[in-house]
């Protein structure tokens, strides 16, 4: 299996611009989970999925952070507009809804910078 | 509300000695608790968790941690710390009786071995 997918690995844009990250949870995975890692705050939960369906979104920031998952293969992240304090590494991670199987698998990983 | 201390944000060490990396909880019910492990420029790795049975767990790397619920703790140890333990420390927990929930993590203990 190749993990949990993300992509970019890199972003860099100007405040105001439209940003997406995207993910691809491992298969047969039916949850999924957004974090957001500074120095300043470490890693914050953004928003989760348990079968495609966002179950707890209070972590996200504010109305310019949307998350969407369509399909139990794609996750999309988006921040419209953008700006400087969004800098960070972005993490996707997936597991199985499971009482007993509690792993956590992580991407690598999207470094967003805001200029 | 959950949450986890990692109080010291690095942690220094020579190599061949003993280390400890501490964790401290909170949880309205019993916890499931977790340490993961954070490579330059990778994503989280899961290193071990507790969910029940004996207080002291092992895990990957020749890592433990020891439950101590009336101090509500979940340490890190290892007997002899290698260079290439040099890594970013994450402890996570979440309440059992919530099954589904997302993960919450500490800040992070940055692990230093020195040769």
């Known amino acids: 299996d190749a993990g949990v997918i993300q992509s970019p690995r890199h972003e860099v844009t100007e405040m105001g611009q439209e940003v997406t990250l995207r993910c691809k949870p491992i298969s047969g995975h039916n949850s999924l989970f957004w974090y957001r890692q500074t120095m300043m705050r470490g890693l914050e939960l953004l928003i989760y999925f348990n079968n495609n369906v966002p179950i707890d979104d209070s972590g996200m920031p504010e109305d310019r952070f949307s998350a969407k998952m369509p399909n139990a293969s794609f996750s999309t992240l988006k921040i419209q507009p953008s700006e400087p304090r969004d800098s960070a590494v972005y993490f996707c991670?997936?597991?199985?809804?499971?009482?007993?199987?509690?792993?956590?698998?992580f991407g690598s990983g999207t470094q967003l910078s805001v200029l | 509300a959950q949450s986890v201390a990692q109080p010291e944000d690095q942690v220094n060490v020579a190599e061949g000695n003993p280390l400890t990396v501490k964790c401290t909880y909170s949880v309205s019910g019993n916890p499931y608790l977790f340490w993961y492990v954070q490579y330059p420029n990778r994503g989280l790795q899961f290193l071990l968790k507790y969910i029940t049975g004996d207080n002291l767990v092992k895990g990957s790397y020749g890592f433990e941690a020891e439950f101590n619920k009336s101090q509500t703790s979940f340490h890190l140890k290892k007997p002899s710390a290698l260079v290439s333990d040099s890594a970013l420390y994450f402890c996570a927990v979440r309440d059992r009786n919530q099954a589904g929930t997302a993960l919450i993590f500490g800040k992070g203990t940055t692990l230093s071995v020195s040769s």
């Open positions: 991670a997936s597991r199985v809804v499971d009482a007993t199987n509690e792993k956590l698998f």
